[in-house]
């Protein structure tokens, strides 16, 4: 199963844009980047996901390397309510196991 | 929205107790899982389901068995329980493969086995 590397952990300003990167080197092309966050005592929910083109939504932007070996998610404008684990996982069509790994930690200062 | 429901948020079991744990889900989806969720380890999948009464082994399904009798509801039994079964467990579903909408998860379970 193809493996994602985060860094442990992120800090920014409030109100200033985040980027969360994730590398996905053996990502095959069946493979979809999910992004999903996890508040603290909460399940993680979904945030974003995509193929190949960058992706926009009203949570965050999901921009993805043209060879699909890296991504990043992009919030615009930090607040304190998105400090919380960051996911990103790959979702194959192939089968249904996912791997989720260690994740981001983000810390958002005010 | 879809709400994927777990009975219990923290739950406290002795060892060699048969434990289980119930997860719903609102919205008709085919698919089900459950994840155990440890510091620095991150959610590990320990058995999912595509259809009723089907289950398939995840990445840690020692100690573990599902029973998926109804579309809605998924569960997870620990024979006998173990303290190294101490963990949060969560619950997810999805519709098809989870490629286009995702996973719903629910809000976990902490179990404690002492």
């Known amino acids: 199963d193809a493996k994602t590397t985060q860094p442990n952990s992120m800090e920014s300003n409030e109100e200033e844009p985040v980027h969360l990167p994730c590398n996905h080197s053996?990502?095959?092309?069946?493979?979809?980047i999910h992004w999903y966050r996890q508040l603290p005592s909460q399940g993680p929910e979904y945030v974003i996901h995509?193929?190949?083109s960058n992706v926009n939504n009203r949570m965050a932007s999901l921009a993805i390397a043209e060879d699909r070996k890296s991504s990043t998610l992009i919030l615009h404008r930090a607040t304190l309510r998105d400090a919380a684990v960051y996911y990103c996982i790959l979702l194959n069509t192939g089968g249904f196991k996912t791997i989720f790994g260690a994740g981001t930690r983000l810390f958002v200062k005010a | 929205d879809v709400k994927v429901t777990q009975s219990s948020r923290y739950l406290v079991k002795r060892t060699g107790e048969k434990v289980f744990l119930e997860c719903v889900q609102d919205m008709d989806h085919e698919n089900m899982f459950w994840y155990r969720q440890d510091p620095g380890l991150g959610l590990r999948l320990i058995y999912f389901s595509y259809d009723v009464k089907m289950k398939e082994k995840g990445d840690i399904p020692e100690g573990y068995s599902v029973s998926r009798e109804k579309k809605e509801r998924f569960s997870l039994i620990l024979e006998s329980a173990s303290t190294n079964q101490t963990s949060m467990y969560l619950c997810?579903?999805?519709?098809?493969?989870?490629?286009?909408?995702?996973?719903?998860f629910g809000s976990g379970t902490r179990l404690t086995v002492v």
């Open positions: 053996t990502i095959s092309g069946t493979d979809y």
């Open positions: 995509g193929l190949t």
């Open positions: 997810a579903s999805s519709l098809s493969r989870g490629l286009t909408y995702g996973y719903t």
